[in-house]
């Protein structure tokens, strides 16, 4: 797919990279904008793009699987939550929020032992919804890339590149 850019007062330069409904709801189109390959996603109404790039050792993260969050309100009885969506590199499968880039998994943790129990889903949404408990969020955040709608087509907004010395 061709690119066009405009200049940006900021030094943030513009691109479009296709007409919204190029990208089905769940979808993913890899487009090629100032020099950067770009995962552009459609989650719903909305449009979240990722850099190409995983943040552990470079592979290709946006050609890998979109996956849906999954709970269970009680055993047996698995759900997936469609607000919450995550593509999973196809080198090592660390999964990053598509919409915010953040990952929940850190290797470098060393794994003890911790008391466990079983919970209705159902009790733990509402005890995070409620700030009694909370998704602990790991280091690495892949680069999220602004986009916006004009008219039909979506516009990528990137930073300008830190000139060669
Ligand atoms: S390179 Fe993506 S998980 Fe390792």
């Given at each position: 797919m061709s690119e066009q850019a405009s200049a940006r007062p900021s030094g943030a330069r513009k691109f479009i990279?296709?007409?919204?409904?190029d990208v089905a709801d769940g979808g993913c189109m890899i487009v090629t904008a100032g020099g950067r390959e770009i995962g552009v996603y459609r989650l719903g109404d909305g449009f979240h793009a990722l850099l190409?790039?995983?943040?552990?050792?470079?592979?290709?993260?946006?050609l890998g699987q979109v996956v849906t969050e999954v709970f269970s309100p009680v055993p047996g009885d698995v759900r997936g939550n469609s607000d919450r969506r995550f593509v999973a590199c196809?080198?090592?499968?660390?999964?990053?929020?598509?919409?915010?880039?953040?990952?929940?998994?850190?290797?470098k943790l060393r794994a003890r032992t911790v008391p466990v129990g079983v919970e209705a889903g159902s009790d733990v949404a509402t005890a995070i919804a409620d700030g009694r408990a909370e998704r602990v969020a790991g280091p690495y955040f892949a680069e999220t890339i602004p986009v916006t709608l004009e008219d039909d087509y979506i516009v990528l907004t990137l930073r300008a590149a830190p000139s060669a010395r």
């Open positions: 990279v296709g007409r919204s409904s190409n790039r995983c943040p552990h050792l470079g592979g290709p993260l946006c196809p080198w090592h499968n660390w999964e990053f929020d598509i919409r915010t880039g953040q990952s929940y998994w850190n290797p």
